[in-house]
Structures are given as structure tokens and as C-alpha cells.
């Protein structure tokens, strides 16, 4: 009986929904114990009442979910739902998505340069699975979002304003999301960097513009490198191929930077060969690979390398009109050209300058001070007069240049900040305290050349005079420093309840001086004046997914 009354309520809200038929919460026929006791179109049993949405997620782009119901935006502004829903989109969607998220980016978002204003980034998402069928948001969005059921695809938007997308397009070939890395140069073309495993389609290409063999061995990925024009066109497309002699893993991209008219890539190979078309590497123990190709064809110029005999790990790249810079970390012997720092116990983070014609002229590295300490850089940025901002976590003890940092014993795992030349060395250094965890993602430079980093933490996080205490899983924050005094200027967390969790991947302050931020989110989140909820996509799941989110402030004395 309660069904039935449920299946006619149902029909005459569809019979009358275009003169906004509102069925109250407390209708005995949409009262349930079970989800299988609601109306297909009223699927979820939340506190004994059949509801239509858990979220905005759940309705139409024109439409908002009020009271469990779907209905119209205030004064028909939708632009913020077309916000909430593109972020809710791309959620990660199984268990191993989510804990890869917590340390790979699903997501990247730069500041175009003036005058063009606005964003361009790219989001990854896989299919969306409910109840055996696949679905998607409803709404403009549909339209450039079709379904890819052989795995990851790239979604490439270009954003006049936060809540407006000017143009969109699309990436797919099985694509590994946490692989992908981004830059742009100061025309507002999109370079992007990842591993695909199947043929590379571009939406508006019949053809594809890199094509796997049917006799290559497909079980690996391999690497790309595309450029899309400002005005969201394809231009052109490479392909690294790299085969190791062990693992038979192939080189995975880390960092992607663009000066002038060369476009760098350091990506990372446990062993084997790296080939560029026809330049070759090719070294029996772990080493990056660090590349130059023409931004106008793509075409390569250098192909160069860094090697360890043990283990390496590359932590971001930044690029200079003299160089650019790496930086990451180390165990064993380091070599670079004819440079080569040491460390043959523990993992200790190095920085490396290389110069236009890629040749290696200045590696420097932490000193662990005890067996158990250990350093890895994590960001790197640099300044117009060639000064490079390094981050990154470290724990026990380590010097970097005259400065020693030093943390305590209930720091799991600390993080640190350094200016560093490379003729100079490291010229300054400063550390966190507190307990639990510490980690650095990014780091960007204001208007004024101002640090800011960019991480999260869980237990308590002191930075200077700063200090918080959290009960979430982790928390986000983003931090200021000043030179005269050296200190840390500024810092702001957000604000969530008890067993959330957010995390930061990528930031950049954009020509106008605003704040742009990506990460994910588990739970309500607060950002300043921006509220922000993630969403279960299956009802029955009871661990919400961790959805991309977007953040732009205007920089402030006081923020950051």
C-alpha cells in the first residue's frame, strides 16, 4: 500500500510538474525504511523519507536541490550550480581512486596571462557507475562530457570567469589521471604531459592524434605531450616512448614547464631506454629524463639525464629565460653531467639547475643529520632574477646550506621552505612544527614575489607565530612568507568538521592577483567565504568520494 501511494503521488507531481507541484517531506507515501521502498524517480531513503536529490549533483543544470527536491534557481542564475556540478562530476569514484587522490592530481587549473583574463584547466574523470548503469549530469555539460567506458578521459575547460566556461574540449586514450601535468606559456596555449594506454582522441579530430600499433605491447603506458591553442584548438602532439629493463613500467612525466619558445618536461624511469624521436637514453638504474621540445611543432632539441644508483624521485620543475630548475629526492649517488652529490643511506632532496642547451651545471642537496632523518622536495617556483623557492617535508634533522632544521618527535613528518641560487646554494630556510603530519604540494609567487605555499596537515601545524589544532583527517592550508623579516606572514586553514579531509595538488596567483587553488574535499569544507560540500554518488556508499574543487581570492594584505 505505502508503494502505491507513493507510485501516485509520483504521478500526479510528473502530471503537474510545469505548475511546480511540491510534494511535502511528511507525505505518508514517500515514508520508507529501505531504499527499495521509494519510487524510481524518489530513489533515496535518507531518515524515513523518500527524497529526488542528496545534492546538486542530482538535478538539472538548471535547477538546485532544495529540500530534497529539484527546483529552479533563484532569479534563473544557475552559473554556480554548473560550478557545484562540474565539481562534483569528477569525483573520484572507487576506493582505489580515492586514496590515489590524497597524493596524485586529478585536476589542474592556471591563470590565463592580459590581457585575456580568465582560466584554463583540466579535470580527469572516469565513468560513473550507479546501480549497473552509467550516468552523468544532466545539462550543458553533457554535451562535451560523453561517456569513455575503456577508462580515464581529460575534460579541458577555458573559463572567462569562475562560474563561466567560454569553451571546452576533450582528451581520451585511456589517459592515467594522477600522471597528467600542465603549463601554460604567455599566449594562453595549454600544454599537457601524461601516460595513455590506447589510441589518443581529440573531440573534434575523427582520426587520432597519436595512434597505438596492434603489435605493440599496449600492457604499459606510454607518454604524451599535446598542445591546445587559446582558442581550444588541437596544434600538435608527441609521443615519448621509453621501455624499462626491469619492471617494464614505462617513464612517467612529473613536471612540465614552458619558456619562450621551449617547452621542458622532467619525467621519471626506473630503468631501460627513453627515446624522443631519434634521440635515446638509456641507463641500468633509476634516473629522470629532462627534455626540451619547440613549443611551435614540438619538435625536440635535447634530450639529458639525471641518474641514481639507488633511488630518485622528482618533485616539480620550474622554468627561467636561463635555465630551469628540478628538484625531488635521492638515496645513493646523484649524477648530472659532470656534477654528482652523494647520500648513500638515506633519501635526501636535492635541486638542480640546467641550462637552455640542457646541460647540468649546479646540483646541491640537504645533509640528513642523523640515520634516521631524511628531506624530499615536493614544489618549486621561480623568482624573475633566477632566486628559486623550494619546498617540501623532511623528518628528523637536516641542514640546507647554514640553515639546520630540526623537528620534533611527535612530527611524523615535517615540511620546510628554502630560497636557494644555484652558484649560492641555499641562502635561507624555514620549517613547521607541531604534531601528526606535514605536507607542502605547491608553491607559487604573489604579485610583490611573495612565497606562498600551499598543503595540508592533520593533528596541529605551527608556522611561526601560527598555530592550529585539527580533528579532521586533514586539513588544507595555504601560507605566506615575507624576506625583511624573514616570517611566515600570513596563514589560513579551512574550516571543517571531524573526520573530513581536504588536500590541496596545485596553486597559482593569476594577473589580477587572485588566488587559484585545486585539490579535493571529503565532507563541508569552508574557504573562506566559500562553502563547499562533497556528495555520495551511490546512496549506498558509505565513504564520500573526494571531488576537485576550485578557489580564487583576491590577495590581500591580510591574505594570505
Known amino acids: 500500500m505505502k508503494r502505491m501511494l507513493g507510485c501516485f503521488f509520483l504521478l500526479v507531481c510528473w502530471i503537474s510538474l510545469e ?16 531504499q527499495q521502498d521509494c519510487p524510481t524517480d524518489y530513489p533515496h531513503c535518507l531518515d524515513g523519507v523518500c527524497h529526488s ?24 542564475n544557475c552559473e554556480w550550480n554548473l560550478q557545484w556540478n562540474l565539481r562534483s562530476l569528477f569525483a573520484p569514484n572507487s576506493e582505489e581512486d ?34 549497473g548503469k552509467t550516468r552523468i549530469t544532466t545539462g550543458p555539460i553533457t554535451s562535451i562530457l560523453p561517456i569513455f567506458p575503456s577508462g580515464s578521459t581529460l575534460w579541458l575547460g577555458w573559463f572567462s570567469s569562475p562560474r563561466e566556461i567560454a569553451r571546452s574540449t576533450q582528451l581520451s586514450g585511456r589517459i592515467e589521471a594522477g600522471s597528467v601535468r600542465s603549463a601554460v606559456d604567455t599566449e594562453g596555449n595549454l600544454y599537457l604531459t601524461g601516460r595513455y594506454q590506447d589510441d589518443l582522441v581529440w573531440k573534434g579530430q ?4 597519436l595512434s597505438i600499433s596492434e603489435d605493440e605491447n599496449t600492457r604499459y603506458p606510454t607518454v604524451f605531450v599535446v598542445k591546445f591553442l587559446a582558442t581550444g584548438k588541437f596544434a600538435w602532439a ?27 618536461l622532467v619525467g621519471y624511469a626506473a630503468a631501460g631506454t627513453m627515446q624522443v624521436d631519434e634521440q635515446t637514453l638509456s641507463h641500468r638504474s633509476p634516473y629522470l ?32 629565460p636561463t635555465g630551469l630548475a628540478v628538484t625531488g629526492s635521492f638515496q645513493g649517488t646523484l649524477t648530472g653531467g659532470n656534477q ?38 615536493t614544489a618549486i617556483t621561480l623568482e624573475k632574477d633566477g632566486t628559486a623557492y623550494i619546498a617540501g617535508n623532511f623528518k628528523g634533522s637536516i641542514s640546507l646550506g647554514t640553515s639546520t632544521l630540526s623537528s ?39 604579485p610583490s614575489n611573495k612565497p606562498i605555499l600551499a598543503g595540508f596537515f592533520r593533528q596541529s601545524l605551527t608556522l611561526g607565530s601560527f598555530s592550529f589544532q585539527t580533528s579532521s583527517v586533514s586539513q588544507l592550508f595555504v601560507a605566506s612568507l615575507t624576506q625583511s623579516p624573514l616570517a611566515f606572514h600570513s596563514v589560513k586553514t579551512t574550516q571543517q568538521p571531524d573526520r573530513s579531509r581536504s588536500v590541496s595538488h596545485t596553486l597559482h596567483v593569476d594577473p589580477q592577483g587572485r588566488l587559484v587553488l585545486v585539490g579535493s574535499s571529503q565532507g563541508r569544507v569552508t574557504l573562506g567565504d566559500n562553502l563547499l560540500y562533497s556528495w555520495h554518488i551511490n546512496p549506498n556508499d558509505k565513504q564520500e568520494p573526494l571531488p576537485l574543487l576550485f578557489w580564487w581570492s583576491p590577495l590581500t594584505s591580510s591574505f594570505p
Open 19 to 34: 505548475s511546480g507541484c511540491y510534494i511535502p517531506l511528511d507525505d505518508p507515501g514517500f515514508r520508507c525504511e529501505t
Open 53 to 76: 536529490c542528496t545534492s546538486n549533483f542530482d538535478c538539472p543544470i538548471d535547477q538546485v536541490c532544495q529540500k530534497w527536491r529539484c527546483k529552479a534557481c533563484p532569479s534563473g
Open 98 to 131: 580515492r586514496q590515489a587522490a590524497l597524493r596524485k592530481r586529478h585536476g589542474g587549473l592556471h591563470p590565463l596571462p592580459s590581457p585575456t583574463k580568465g582560466w584554463v584547466g583540466w579535470l580527469a574523470f572516469r565513468d560513473i557507475v550507479q546501480s
Open 206 to 209: 575523427e582520426s587520432p592524434v
Open 238 to 264: 608527441k609521443r615519448l616512448k621509453g621501455v624499462a629493463a626491469l619492471s617494464g613500467q614505462e617513464a612517467t612525466p612529473c613536471g612540465l614547464a614552458v619558456e619562450g619558445n621551449l617547452l621542458y
Open 289 to 320: 629524463y629532462l627534455t626540451a621540445l619547440r613549443t611551435q611543432d614540438g619538435q625536440p632539441l635535447w634530450l639529458s639525464s639525471l641518474t641514481s644508483t639507488s633511488r630518485i624521485h622528482c618533485g616539480g620543475i620550474a622554468s627561467h
Open 340 to 377: 654528482q652529490q652523494s647520500q648513500p643511506d638515506q633519501n635526501t632532496l636535492f635541486v638542480s639547475w640546467i641550462d637552455p642547451q640542457g646541460q647540468i651545471t649546479s646540483i646541491s642537496k640537504a645533509s640528513p643529520s642523523t640515520t634516521s632523518s631524511s628531506a624530499e622536495g
Open 408 to 446: 620534533t618527535s611527535v612530527v611524523q613528518q615535517a615540511l620546510w621552505v628554502s630560497a636557494w641560487k644555484p652558484k649560492q646554494g641555499f641562502e635561507w630556510s624555514l620549517s613547521s612544527q607541531g604534531e601528526g603530519e606535514h605536507t607542502v604540494t605547491s608553491i607559487a609567487l604573489s
